[in-house]
């Protein structure tokens, strides 16, 4: 008995649905994408093998370039606003509509109080010299900053981000700092490195 050959036909398939579907899932992504802002000063973190990863939102973060300068910055423009208007109260400085919208752009900054009104009237921030938010006993801004910052926010994580070449000396100021607020919980930023092999 001879066996019956069934006819073999080729296999169109559609793919417009899946162009369609990659189209939308691009245009998705390119909406609801962070874009990082730029920050005053680069700082080369040292490598750990920490793999404990940071929220999205909600946090502050100290940082400390190799100079030793000191930059402050919390997320959420509404929150920087309303932490201006408490250090504006305190130091009895009076700034503008204008001058609040563009200190709630700054991702983080580094001068002292007295000398932020000329950052936020330039137009290149960048550009900018800034000499660090003064954190010794004579002087200690970073402690309003940071007081403030929480005012604003209650929820916020604090995180230290520091310069490999750093002083342990201006990391230790800024630890004492926060413990001086009875703030013993931070995260400190670095760079991740592979774990060791264990033999």
Request: hydrophobic share 40%.
């Amino acid at each position: 008995m001879s066996k019956v050959k069934i006819a073999r036909k080729s296999i169109s398939l559609d793919m417009t649905a899946m162009c369609d579907m990659a189209f939308l899932l691009l245009t998705f992504f390119i909406l609801t994408a962070k874009f990082k802002a730029d920050d005053p000063v680069v700082v080369d973190t040292p490598a750990s093998i920490s793999d404990v990863k940071l929220p999205d939102k909600d946090i502050m973060t100290i940082a400390i370039d190799k100079q030793n300068r000191v930059y402050f910055g919390i997320d959420g423009q509404f929150d920087r606003e309303k932490m201006l208007e408490y250090v504006a109260g305190k130091y009895k400085v009076g700034f503008t509509q204008e001058e609040i919208k563009q200190f709630s752009l700054l991702s983080s900054f580094g001068l002292p109080i007295g000398n932020l009104r000329q950052l936020l009237g330039t137009k290149d921030k960048a550009k900018f010299p800034q000499m660090g938010i003064p954190c010794d006993s004579a002087q200690n801004e970073l402690t309003d900053w940071v007081a403030y910052a929480r005012y604003a926010n209650p929820k916020l994580r604090i995180t230290i981000k520091g310069d490999v070449n750093a002083s342990y000396e201006t990391v230790g100021k800024v630890i004492s700092t926060l413990q001086d607020q009875n703030i013993n919980k931070f995260n400190l930023i670095t760079n991740m490195k592979a774990k060791p092999k264990v033999l």
